[in-house]
């Protein structure tokens, strides 16, 4: 079997590494977004959900059976990070 990068799989380390200075720059930008943790009675299962473009709203779906979860941002906010979609 020829070593060419393509067809070797390093699972000792749990990190990507990006090809190009561009997707270098695109996973730090996701990573700092913003999220809150919602739990899904639905299906007894956990998931983040994340702040849409606009900023007004943390949108986001079941992972399990895709029902679709809105949290709007407003002025009277909560500090809280956990929810339960019922």
Do not use: H, W
């Amino acid at each position: 079997m020829v070593e060419d990068a393509d067809y070797i799989l390093d699972i000792g380390s749990n990190r990507i590494m990006p090809d190009s200075k561009e997707e270098s720059s695109s996973n730090s930008q996701a990573k700092g977004r913003k999220y809150i943790c919602v739990q899904f009675d639905c299906c007894n299962v956990y998931n983040r959900i994340y702040k849409n473009r606009q900023g007004t709203a943390y949108e986001g779906y079941c992972p399990r059976c895709g029902k679709k979860v809105k949290v709007r941002i407003g002025p009277d906010g909560v500090d809280t990070r956990f929810f339960r979609a019922r």
